[in-house]
């Protein structure tokens, strides 16, 4: 069971240790939920940063996502950008077909189907997403009848429709998303295109090219940790295993830092606190296959579980303890079924619901 309480900052110090019988009515002393022990604190669902005082030995923790808990040795400052979510997951547009401008929404913290919470602007399939902390976006993708520059934004904390809040440099589709604390990316712009567009969470406004990726291509996708954007996978014209990255912290080119497990396009993506992920696509045969690469350190991606079904252009969702894939098509039909897969250990996707609409070319945000 946990309880409130309030000032952790004047409490403790530089010490992660307080004896219990020492003080009275901790709850009103602290600014953190308290656990019995830690197999109260491993049920907790929470954000990474997250501090919490464990009763039974007296110390304070912070949660570091699949890392899990750790003694905090001194009060920390405000944790890091995380790109996962705690609240939900969303999947946008996508082609029925006919294509469609959906938006689903489904919850992180239980099992279930999505529900229909708003519309796109513009009806558009194979765009990428990004999310900020209080927006979903979608940028370019195929509209109606042509390749998109459009950037799209829809709330997060009321459900309703997206809006038209600015354009790419150039139209795209099948691209990578990725998000930083405080700005949107698309990248990769075609098989003769290396453009790293960038743009602004606080305001509306346009997408500026911020650099090339180490080789043009279409079909990638898009991964991001507290630091770098990535970019993996694609069509150049032939099938790609290139693990791109480029920095937030300042406008760069990207390098290429490892090799996926296969040459893949048209795949899902998802990012732990420590790890880029991706899901399903073609090899060129429809995959089930979920792959994962290190953000410590450059290196390749090891295959760590399946999805319930082969499937590609599947969107894909990040909450701060499991990845999640959604819609697609699995041939010979378009694919409904929400997957879930832990980040704390390798292991096989399970099925945890339903979208609205059964569709492919779809993008993932979350909150």
């Given amino acids: ?35 019995d022990d830690s197999d109260a604190l491993a049920l907790a669902v929470v954000p990474i940063g997250t501090q919490a005082y464990q009763i039974d030995t007296g110390s304070f923790k912070i949660y570091r996502g699949a890392s899990g808990w750790a003694q905090m040795d001194e009060f920390p ?14 999947t946008s547009g996508g ?20 529900t229909d919470v708003g519309d796109l602007n513009i009806i558009t399939s194979s765009a990428a997403g990004q999310s900020s902390d209080v927006s979903g976006y979608t940028s370019g993708g195929y509209g109606s009848p042509t390749t998109s520059l459009t950037i799209q934004k829809f709330p997060f904390a009321t459900d309703g429709n997206a809006t038209d809040v600015g354009d790419l440099t150039t139209g795209t589709n099948n691209n990578g998303g990725q ?33 090339d ?5 279409t079909f990638t996708s898009g991964q991001s940790s507290s630091e770098n954007g990535y970019t993996s996978g694609g069509f150049t014209p032939a099938f790609s295993n290139v693990i791109d990255k480029f920095p937030f912290a300042s406008d760069e080119n990207a390098t290429d830092v490892g090799d996926l497990l296969v040459s893949v396009i048209r795949m ?26 290190p953000f ?3 290196g390749n991606a090891t295959d760590v579980g399946d999805l319930t079904v082969s499937r590609r252009s599947n969107a894909g969702q990040s909450s701060t303890v499991s990845g999640y894939t959604s819609g697609g098509y699995g041939s010979p039909e378009y694919l409904n079924v929400i997957d879930k897969f832990p980040f704390a250990s390798d292991a096989n996707a399970t099925d945890v619901g339903d979208l609205t609409v059964a569709r492919n070319g779809v993008a993932g945000q979350q909150v």
């Fill in 268 to 293: 899902s993506s998802q990012s732990s606190d420590v790890s880029g992920y991706i899901a399903g696509g073609s090899i060129p045969s429809v995959t089930n296959a979920i792959s994962k690469f």
């Fill in 296 to 298: 410590a350190s450059d």
């Fill in 213 to 217: 990726l180490s080789q043009g291509r």
């Fill in 77 to 90: 400052t405000a944790p890091s950008w995380v790109f996962g979510g705690t609240v939900s997951g969303y």
């Fill in 179 to 211: 998000s930083s604390a405080s700005s949107g990316y698309n990248s990769g712009h075609g098989t003769s295109n290396t453009t790293i567009d960038k743009f602004p969470f606080a305001t509306d406004g346009n997408a500026t090219d911020v650099g």
């Fill in 95 to 114: 082609n029925a077909p006919p294509r469609v401008n959906t938006i689903d929404k489904f919850s992180f913290a239980s099992d279930g189907n999505a």
């Fill in 1 to 35: 069971m946990a309880s409130r309480a309030r000032n952790l900052g004047g409490l403790m110090g530089t010490s992660s240790t307080l004896d219990v019988a020492d003080i009275a009515n901790l709850g009103d002393l602290t600014g953190v939920d308290s656990y």
